[in-house]
Structures are given as C-alpha cells and as structure tokens.
Nanobody, 124 residues
Framework: QVRLVESGGGSVQVGGSLRLSCAAS????????MAWYRQAPGLERELVAR???????KYTDSVKGRFTISIDTRESTVWLQMNRLKPEDTATYYC??????????????????WGQGTQVTVSS
C-alpha cells in the first residue's frame, strides 16, 4: 500500500507563497502520474496540477502562472510551489499517485493512492 504524506500547508496573506511537499513511500518511478488536488468546504474536489512520467504537466486554469508542480526523484517527493496566493486558493490540498501498472490513470481506482491532506488558508 502506497503511503503519501503531505506537508507545508499553513496560513498566509494574499500574495504570499507556500511550498507543499508530498513524500511517497515508494520509489517515484513506480508511478505513472502524480497530482495535487484541492477541496474547499462545500465545493467539489478539483485537480490543481498533474505530472506524468513523460514529463507532461497540466494545471487548472486558475493556477497557471502561479503554481509549479515538480518532482524530486531522489527524495521520491512531489512539490507544489504556490505563489501569489489568493483567498480562493484556500482549501485542503491532497497529493495523489497512480501506479505504473494500473493502465489508464484513475486516481480513485485500485491503483490510485491519496495522502491525508494539508490545509492552506489565504487571508486578505
């Protein structure tokens, strides 16, 4: 069972920065895709950013130009650098992984794993 541990959340003011980390219990090369999702109270979970083994990266429109997803293969860690934070970025952020052996990516499927989440609060 893959274990993902997020950290780096906290409270910042508008325009501030945070860097989230997600440490995986397995070699990161065992994963086909890694992603960051977020969920604000009363809202559906949404994809923030995802990265696959081929290096392809996708961001949701609202964070483009402000957030950067990256992987440290030596540390088996996925990072999410968040700059110019806005109140609407307030949410619980979750790390997700998808096994290389799972075929078509489905983070909610049997080959997907999720972290416990880390809270990000942006105040004006």
């Amino acid at each position: 069972q893959v274990r993902l541990v997020e950290s780096g959340g906290g409270s910042v003011q508008v325009g501030g920065s945070l860097r989230l980390s997600c440490a995986a219990s397995e070699n990161i090369f065992n994963f086909n895709e890694m992603a960051w999702y977020r969920q604000a109270p009363g809202l559906e979970r949404e994809l923030v950013a995802r990265i696959n083994v081929g290096g392809s990266i996708k961001y949701t429109d609202s964070v483009k130009g402000r957030f950067t997803i990256s992987i440290d293969t030596r540390e088996s860690t996925v990072w999410l650098q968040m700059n110019r934070l806005k109140p609407e970025d307030t949410a619980t952020y979750y790390c997700a992984s998808y096994s290389l052996f799972g075929g078509r990516c489905d983070f909610d499927g049997p080959f997907g794993s999720w972290g416990q989440g880390t809270q990000v609060t942006v105040s004006s």
